[in-house]
């Protein structure tokens, strides 16, 4: 079960005498740390070093309530999340992106196309390529994509199966992303059946 709380570490007191106010992710039997933009004094302070300020602890129970939200929501794509992963899951849950999606359904592949900016101008998005193996669940590729071919130069996602391997093309910010991505997408496929379903393009 993932957890969320607002802590405050008394070894970190700034030159300027305050704290960093912190969200601390605990998943897994692990925790990371995510700073806010909130700042605290030892006068809004207990003894306990708990925030004693009603007008930042409302605030913060607000953050705390939106993460909690997003966590469950996740439902049992939580499972595919180590610590690190959540926690960057729930710093850029609300980034923005830069484009305009739409689905198709083509034969056996699921095509996700996107309207970009030409050359990822705007975009911090990067195309990757994963590949997983469900019979070992340790063994992934991520790779970023440098070039194209002609027929995938717009894709979002584009999901395959090639040796029985699950192949995903996607954009994503980082490689973990992507990987999270690829986990929680067959997932889905597995659970609703279509991964039984998607034809081997292997080249025979």
């Known amino acids: 079960m993932a957890t969320v709380s607002a802590v405050v570490y008394q070894d970190q007191k700034k030159a300027d005498g305050t704290y960093n106010v912190k969200i601390r992710v ?62 960057n899951y729930l710093r850029d849950k609300d980034k923005e992106v830069d484009f305009i999606a739409f689905c198709t359904l083509k034969g056996r592949y699921t095509i996700v196309e996107k309207e970009l900016n030409p050359f990822f101008v705007t975009s911090d998005l990067q195309p990757y390529l994963v590949v997983l193996h469900p019979w070992d669940e340790k063994h992934v590729m991520v790779e970023p994509i440098y070039a194209f071919d002609e027929e995938n130069d717009a894709f979002h996602e584009v999901v395959s199966k090639v040796d029985e391997a699950f192949f995903m093309y996607m954009y994503a910010a980082t490689w973990q992303e992507a990987e999270i991505k690829a986990r929680v997408r067959f997932k889905e496929m597995e659970d609703n059946g279509e991964w039984l379903l998607l034809k081997d393009t292997t080249d025979k």
Request: no cysteine; proline share 2%; glycine share 2%.
């Open 26 to 87: 605990f998943h897994k039997k692990e925790r990371r740390i995510l700073d806010t933009t909130h700042f605290v004094t030892d006068r809004q302070l207990d003894k306990e070093f708990k925030i004693k300020d009603k007008q930042l602890v409302k605030i913060l129970d607000e953050i705390l309530d939106d993460y909690r939200e997003s966590i469950s929501q996740l439902g049992p794509k939580l499972d595919f999340f180590n610590v690190e992963e959540l926690k």
